[in-house]
């Protein structure tokens, strides 16, 4: 046998009366109560107040209005028990900024600030995305004209790679071949300067027609009219046959013997030609991009021609002033070259007797010992070698000189001067 709740124990039967009473009112007339949620067949609105509750509480800033129908007073008992069975949804309109409370933007300025940095990197994200899908679409697009493109451009883009191969493969021969100093291999740097010459001629018989030789010594090849990509083509050509040319001096330089001329003479000449060269470069594209800024064929009207003309002016204003800014490396180095100056002096015996005798970078006897400031002892060659690349002491990483070592080594810089 089951007991009954103590509260429905203590109803009397005027409750009990009363509350059937209400369940039939409102069945009655809110046919439609279980469509509302609410017991009385009206929802529940909420508006926004100015109040904060006194004890310190949060509050949402809403304030629940019951609206009832006129039968809500008859069946207000009831509605405890109806409650239980249908939830009471509440309507709650936004808060308006005028009644929004002070602590509650206080603690939503740290949750403001957060989600806007989440929306900037989200707008970022879809950006990315759209770009993504734009690629995406145009890829076979992209394909399609890309190889138009280089059909087009086969021969001068065959005759680029080749130009490129040819540079790295000379520029590291030589290299090492200066690295290897008296154990250079003289077949090797023979073949190197054949190599370097052979590829000019030949580059400058099979483009006969063009002229391109004649950007050599500041004069325009036979290209008429002159538009941008032969401009392009003409300046690089020529900047790659005078680094050939350059390249084929330092293997000279490096068949002569060291009797003749040192190890440490030669790297200034490397220095003092990779300078000239680059020098160079930057002065024989000049008369190239001028012709082409100012030529007379391919302008129409007597506006184009006066906008040729201030193009062309400003072109050499701005060469003029990137070769004077130039010009003071081109001195250093220069200086440089005719002084030679040394790293350190003569070693003597007793110094040498102190170090062993022993080199510290071939590791074998001293040949022509120098002392540095740090008083450490090598060989000249050596020592030499070593500076070509760096400014410290091998030992003690003391600086020992401040001076442009660039180029010492027989490299050649890859940089193009194309305009």
């Not at 279980?34 to 107040?49: F, T, V």
């Not at 493109?149 to 540079?167: D, E, S």
């Not at 052979?198 to 004069?219: N, R």
Request: aromatic share 12%.
């Amino acid at each position: 046998m089951k007991l009954r709740p103590s509260c429905e124990r203590r109803c009397s039967s005027t409750a009990c009366q009363l509350e059937l009473e209400g369940l039939t009112s409102m069945q009655a007339n809110s046919g439609h109560s279980h469509q509302a949620g609410n017991a009385d067949g009206l929802p529940c609105l909420s508006l926004p107040s100015n109040r904060s509750p006194a004890d310190g509480s949060s509050s949402s800033g809403d304030v629940a209005i019951n609206v009832h129908s006129p039968n809500s007073e008859n069946g207000s008992r009831s509605s405890t028990r109806s409650g239980q069975r249908h939830a009471r949804p509440t309507i709650r309109l936004p808060n308006r900024p005028g009644h929004t409370h002070s602590h509650a933007n206080d603690a939503g300025g740290q949750d403001d600030s957060s989600s806007s940095d989440t929306r900037e990197h989200g707008n970022s994200i879809s950006e990315v995305l759209h770009v993504y899908q734009w690629l995406d679409k145009s890829f076979p697009y992209i394909i399609i004209f890309s190889a138009k493109l280089i059909v087009q451009h086969l021969t001068g883009i065959t005759v680029g790679i080749g130009l490129l191969t040819t540079f790295l493969y000379a520029n590291t021969s030589i290299v090492n071949q200066v690295f290897l100093r008296d154990k250079y291999s003289k077949l090797q740097c023979i073949w190197l300067l054949v190599f370097l010459t052979g590829c000019s001629l030949l580059l400058y018989y099979t483009f006969s027609s063009q002229a391109l030789y004649y950007s050599l010594i500041f004069m325009n090849p036979s290209l008429e009219p002159l538009q941008f990509w032969d401009a392009l083509w003409v300046v690089g050509i020529t900047d790659f046959v005078v680094k050939f040319y350059f390249m084929g001096l330092k293997c000279l330089i490096l068949l002569v013997p060291s009797v003749m001329m040192s190890h440490k003479c030669k790297g200034f000449w490397y220095m003092c030609l990779e300078e000239i060269s680059q020098y160079y470069c930057t002065l024989v594209s000049t008369p190239v991009w001028f012709r082409y800024l100012i030529d007379y064929g391919a302008q129409t009207s007597r506006a184009e021609w006066h906008f040729g003309i201030l193009l062309a002016l400003l072109y050499l204003i701005i060469k003029l002033f990137f070769v004077f800014g130039q010009w003071k490396t081109s001195a250093d180095v220069l200086r440089l070259f005719f002084t030679q100056p040394s790293y350190g002096m003569a070693a003597t015996k007793r110094q040498c007797s102190e170090a062993e005798d022993i080199c510290a970078i071939c590791q074998a006897e001293f040949t022509k010992p120098i002392v540095l400031v740090c008083q450490h002892i090598f060989c000249e060659e050596c020592i030499c070698l070593w500076f070509n690349r760096e400014k410290t002491c091998p030992l003690c990483r003391t600086v020992i000189s401040s001076h442009n070592h660039k180029y010492k080594d027989g490299a050649t810089s890859l940089q193009l001067r194309l305009f």
